[in-house]
T-cell receptor, first 117, second 113 residues
Framework: NAGVTQTPKFQVLKTGQSMTLQCAQDMNHNSMYWYRQDPGMGLRLIYYSASEGTTDKGEVPNGYNVSRLNKREFSLRLESAAPSQTSVYFC????????????????FGSGTQLSVL | RKEVEQDPGPFNVPEGATVAFNCTYSNSASQSFFWYRQDCRKEPKLLMSVYSSGNEDGRFTAQLNRASQYISLLIRDSKLSDSATYLCVVNPILTGGGNKLTFGTGTQLKVEL
């Protein structure tokens, strides 16, 4: 069972370079998310897609763009990387069909360690 | 005040011990609560949801205290494999989805021989 697959696992960029983090889920989930995790801070939502064809900003969207390519795939792009974007990035998905968030369970990918020099 | 606050620890306990963590939240209207477990350099995984009446899953018990705005996680008979960071997660609204979740910074547990 693959679940949520994200690539790459590690990446080193120079300031100003661009890159795209890829994420795919095979659970037929409607909702997908991109988070970043920094030391001393909880996971923070960058962007999310409640359903295919929609994307919305989360708590920390500046410097990022996303694409919900289809129901399975949700990519995160850094157009011009900055040292402040050094972080661990997690993609996640959830069913999204439950009207009540009480039962919303997130499934995470294994993460991408990104360093921007 | 942070929306979700946790003691970062680490909590160092001997194998077989009982350990409890608390997590406080600031939004009194918060509707749903969860504990996630995160192993070192790995992704978070849902450990259990926290229901108003409290709930138990094997050695793990989660409780909610709305009056004092905190949730707790109790681990009995700790195992070496319980060593991890435990994330408190709060959803401030009843409807909607995972995009509303607020994550705490986590409490680190180390179970020792």
């Amino acid at each position: 069972n693959a679940g949520v697959t994200q690539t790459p696992k590690f990446q080193v960029l120079k300031t100003g370079q661009s890159m795209t983090l890829q994420c795919a889920q095979d659970m037929n989930h409607n909702s997908m998310y991109w988070y970043r995790q920094d030391p001393g801070m909880g996971l923070r939502l960058i962007y999310y897609s409640a359903s295919e064809g929609t994307t919305d900003k989360g708590e920390v969207p500046n410097g990022y763009n996303v694409s919900r390519l289809n129901k399975r795939e949700f990519s995160l792009r850094l157009e011009s990387a900055a040292p402040s974007q050094t972080s661990v990035y997690f993609c996640a998905s959830s069913d999204g069909r439950d009207r009540y968030a009480t039962n919303e369970k997130l499934f995470f990918g294994s993460g991408t360690q990104l360093s921007v020099l | 005040r942070k929306e979700v606050e946790q003691d970062p620890g680490p909590f160092n306990v001997p194998e077989g011990a009982t350990v409890a963590f608390n997590c406080t939240y600031s939004n009194s209207a918060s509707q749903s609560f969860f504990w996630y477990r995160q192993d070192c350099r790995k992704e978070p995984k849902l450990l259990m949801s926290v229901y108003s009446s409290g709930n138990e899953d094997g050695r793990f018990t989660a409780q909610l205290n709305r009056a004092s705005q905190y949730i707790s996680l109790l681990i009995r008979d700790s195992k070496l494999s319980d060593s991890a960071t435990y994330l408190c997660v709060v959803n401030p609204i009843l409807t909607g989805g995972g995009n509303k979740l607020t994550f705490g910074t986590g409490t680190q547990l180390k179970v020792e021989l």
